[in-house]
């Protein structure tokens, strides 16, 4: 059987993400074009929605709808308690409304996959949203985004319109607001056809509209960036606990009353003396280095579990003997931390850790990939099948018992 295609290979083929984040990556849009209309279709297709709508029960926002860049009421297509009514919005939609299903990577198992695996391959947080937009219409006025985005081509054809205006790599909070944006003039059109793949860098001003007589489907991947400005924060706050100086109040207005007298931070002079103490402390390589950890941890365990296939390897762990072979998966692998005496393996959802001989172990296991249970180094016969039985059970190993 053929291995299934990475996503971040798949999203950017027959690009390299070498070359990827080198020429395009916060830098400037990116079209893939491909004479393969089923190419995305193994994530989602117009069924798979159906299918959604009825096998079970949504709500808003999980499911909604838009037109030209306005919300239609929720109470045009839902009941009370806002669950979706499918024959309600497929009406709308069919007079022109562009439906959205929202983080849909958490209603479709495709799609959870591909998020899961794209997020270990970027290093930053992942979520997709469909859309499905009838022929000639537009769901949104231009706007541009506060995250990367890639969009899928799935089904039909789709014209993405960039203008001059924008922000040039906004943060995340930083949304796009129609009163403060101005839109420019018209500088690029590109129609995509399914199976094509489009990036858009955050902060680009842009629009789309569905073309043809078939109406468009297509998935949303937005990439949440990790800036040096979260890193900052994350280390700030660490300082913050560790030195006083930065926990003193500030008086911010001249007041003969209320305000404090004999503190070091009374004065600018004072303040920026107590800030240079602070931040040249708060800046070592021990303390970057803590700080991007915690950050780490934080995008690994925002991402669901993968449980795929565990059952059959939970029946399996149990005949693990000296002489199976076990293999990693690698793919399911997002880091592995080593510091002294002390190894972190992160996987979607958890951060394992493993001390001393076993630590080693982990580390010899990883860089082989597969071996013999029999010839891991420095564990007893025990804690060989121990170590292997853990990693198999959660999920991050097959095992092959040999007759």
């Not at 949203?129 to 769901?139: A, C, I, K, T």
């Amino acid at each position: 059987m053929t291995p299934p295609i990475a996503p971040v290979v798949k999203t950017l083929a027959p690009l390299s993400q070498t070359q990827f984040l080198d020429q395009y990556w916060e830098q400037q849009p990116l079209h893939i074009a491909r004479d393969d209309p089923s190419y995305f279709c193994d994530l989602v297709t117009s069924a798979s929605i159906d299918l959604l709508l009825s096998a079970q029960d949504v709500y808003f926002p999980q499911v909604q709808l838009t037109q030209s860049g306005t919300s239609i009421p929720v109470s045009d297509y839902a009941d009370t308690t806002q669950k979706i009514l499918p024959t309600r919005l497929l009406n709308l939609h069919d007079r022109g409304a562009t439906v959205i299903v929202s983080q849909a990577n958490r209603l479709l198992s495709p799609l959870n996959a591909f998020c899961r695996s794209l997020q270990a391959s970027l290093g930053n947080r992942c979520q997709a949203n469909v859309y499905l937009s009838p022929p000639g219409s537009q769901g949104f006025n231009p706007h541009y985004d506060s995250h990367d985005v890639f969009i899928l081509q799935v089904s039909g054809q789709k014209t993405f319109r960039f203008y001059a205006g924008g922000q040039v790599l906004p943060l995340n909070r930083q949304r796009f607001d129609p009163e403060l944006a101005t839109c420019g003039e018209l500088k690029r059109s590109i129609t995509l056809n399914p199976g094509d793949t489009l990036y858009i860098p955050r902060g680009m001003m842009h629009d789309a509209l569905a073309e043809g007589n078939e109406a468009s489907l297509h998935v949303t991947v937005g990439v949440f960036t990790v800036t040096l400005v979260d890193l900052l924060e994350v280390l700030l706050n660490d300082a913050a606990e560790q030195h006083q100086p930065l926990r003193e109040s500030l008086s911010l207005f001249d007041s003969d009353t209320g305000s404090k007298t004999g503190s070091v931070t009374d004065t600018p002079i004072g303040l920026m003396a107590a800030l240079n103490s602070s931040l040249s402390a708060m800046l070592t390589e021990s303390s970057v280095r803590q700080a991007l950890t915690a950050l780490q941890h934080d995008v690994a365990l925002e991402l669901s579990q993968d449980g795929h296939g565990l059952l059959g390897r939970l029946a399996l762990a149990k005949t693990i003997s000296l002489q199976t072979t076990v293999s990693i998966r690698q793919s399911k692998i997002l880091s592995l931390n080593i510091s002294e005496g002390q190894v972190e393996l992160l996987s979607a959802g958890q951060v394992l850790t493993f001390h001393g001989a076993s630590a080693t172990a982990v580390r010899w296991i990883v860089k082989r990939s597969t071996v013999v249970v029999g010839d891991i180094p420095g564990l007893t016969g025990d804690e060989q099948i121990t170590l292997a039985q853990r990693l198999v059970r959660e999920n991050l190993a097959d095992l092959h018992t040999t007759t």
